[in-house]
């Protein structure tokens, strides 16, 4: 009997310290799904945690006072996104509409989350008929109609681009083709502002081919849209200007290879031609007369091309133009690892390099690529790494930009574990600020490459978490929303910079901040 006793208090035990640490180990989070317009629950809304892939790591659906409850042992950033049928997700108080549907979270293992509100409304459309300057309509393959909105790539640049988020069947991206009566219908809008744009046509190359609602050329009187929940604006007609005719170019090519097509880059215009009658000769649709710099570049294999550079003054006279193609300048390098006693090592094949310029992506290493000013792009990094160095050749390209003019050597090395930075984001109430923006931006001279900048989005009670920071003088800004990575723009930043609230990092060393968003 008491041998009985015994393994029935022995098997409570086992089940009470497995129901205490698994408790422990958990993370609850709840909150509230709301129709953004009414602010009444929503039901039946499949609320899902998200980190990285196409897998959702925990999902849930709202009960009738629109009532959720995740629950995850996983530690780390995630965001939270609902999804229900005849509705779409709200950003609250944004003009401009995010990249992501959902919220950013900050989760502690054995920490709840609780009063967390996601908004949804019913979802806009923009809808109208767009004729060429002949009174036809501009049918299917003829030209499109797309939603765009500005933003700041990652190289600081401030531009129009499609939205993220918004896509159609067989589209890749937030745009649609015309039928055929020159009809569109762009829908299933989330609340926002949207510029709407119109491309094809015909015309030639360096006239105007992209027109902006009202019916305009000039992209600085392009006039916004701004679509609220359950709108359905009705745009009316748009007719496009006669086009511009222009002067026939063809370009020999020397030394090609014959092996596919090429990609000819003129100005802001870049052509892709596949089916050529002659591999070396370029037969370019016709261009306006004015000055124009064009490349030609010829792949020769997986990261490689072979590239020619001429300069054409084009008047009323066809041209025909030789140029030589030539091998592109030779990558090579090394991507090194650092650990705490200074010795170093190659870094995992987890890690990829490569760099981006405006003729394409390329390896860090192996390649031949175009003489261009380009930027590093690293993914496999942990959280906590940094970038220690890069080295081109012998110049240091996080003072001075990677700027590839020949062959190059470019040596990378990391660093494991980095600085990290936390704090609240909080408006100039001093109330707390979820979904704005934080970017940690290096002091000068190491503003030239990204590789050292930091971006996240606070969390719904205005907190950050900012990891992976190398020694050095940085200053951190928040805004409450900001166009993609304005923060790496000069011109943008001159209004913000001394505003900014200065901080030195050690090696490893933390640091607690709160901001006020601009």
Request: with cysteine; aromatic share 8%; hydrophobic share 35%.
């Amino acid at each position: 009997m008491k041998r009985v006793f015994q393994l029935i208090l022995a098997t409570i035990v086992a089940i009470a310290c497995q129901t205490f640490y698994s408790a422990q180990g958990a993370a609850m989070i709840e909150g509230v799904v709301i129709d953004a317009t009414s602010s009444q629950p929503l039901g039946n809304v499949q609320v899902a945690l998200w980190s990285t892939g196409t897998s959702p790591i925990a999902s849930a659906i709202t009960d009738a006072q629109g009532h959720f409850t995740l629950e995850t042992t996983q530690s780390g950033r995630f965001r939270v996104a609902p999804t229900r049928n005849g509705y779409i997700y709200s950003y609250p108080g944004q003009t401009h509409v995010s990249g992501e549907p959902g919220i950013w979270i900050q989760v502690s293992s054995g920490n709840p989350l609780h009063g967390l509100e996601l908004r949804m409304a019913l979802p806009g459309s923009i809808s109208g008929r767009v004729l060429k300057s002949d009174g036809q309509p501009l049918v299917g393959n003829a030209g499109s109609v797309a939603l765009q909105r500005y933003t700041y790539g990652s190289d600081g640049k401030r531009t129009l681009g499609w939205v993220p988020g918004i896509s159609y069947a067989g589209a890749g991206g937030s745009f649609q083709r015309t039928d055929d009566r020159g009809q569109f219908r762009l829908y299933d809008l989330p609340p926002g502002e949207y510029y709407l744009t119109v491309s094809g046509g015909g015309g030639a190359i360096g006239a105007p081919n992209v027109y902006f609602y009202p019916g305009v050329s000039d992209e600085s009187k392009a006039v916004p849209i701004r679509v609220k929940g359950g709108d359905d604006i009705q745009v009316g007609t748009l007719s496009l200007p006669s086009r511009q005719i222009g002067t026939s170019v063809t370009l020999h090519l020397k030394n090609s290879t014959g092996a596919g097509g090429k990609q000819v880059y003129i100005g802001d215009n870049m052509l892709v031609l596949t089916a050529l009658n002659k591999p070396d000769e370029l037969v370019l649709p016709p261009i306006v007369q004015g000055h124009f710099d064009i490349v030609v570049t010829s792949r020769v294999r997986p990261f490689a091309v072979d590239y020619a550079t001429v300069s054409l003054e084009v008047g009323a006279t066809a041209l025909d133009k030789e140029l030589e193609l030539k091998p592109g300048a030779t990558i090579s390098g090394t991507l090194m690892v650092e650990d705490a006693s200074g010795k170093r090592s190659i870094a995992p094949s987890s890690i990829q390099c490569r760099l981006r310029s405006h003729y394409g992506l390329y390896n860090c290493s192996g390649a031949q690529v175009v003489p261009a000013a380009f930027e590093i792009e690293l993914d496999g990094l942990s959280t906590d790494e940094y970038v220690l160095s890069v080295k081109e050749n012998d110049r240091d390209a996080l003072v001075e930009g990677l700027n590839i003019v020949g062959d190059t050597n470019i040596q990378i090395v990391l660093v494991g574990k980095g600085g990290a930075a936390q704090g609240t984001v909080r408006d100039t109430a001093g109330n707390t600020l979820p979904d704005a923006v934080v970017a940690l931006v290096p002091d000068a001279p190491y503003r030239k490459t990204g590789v050292l900048y930091r971006k996240v989005i606070s969390d719904p009670n205005g907190k950050f978490e900012i990891h992976g920071i190398g020694p050095g003088a940085y200053k951190l800004f928040a805004w409450a929303e900001l166009e993609g990575a304005g923060y790496r723009n000069a011109d943008f930043m001159k209004e913000f910079d001394e505003r900014g609230q200065h901080v030195m990092f050690e090696k490893e060393s933390k640091v607690s901040i709160d901001l006020i968003a601009f």
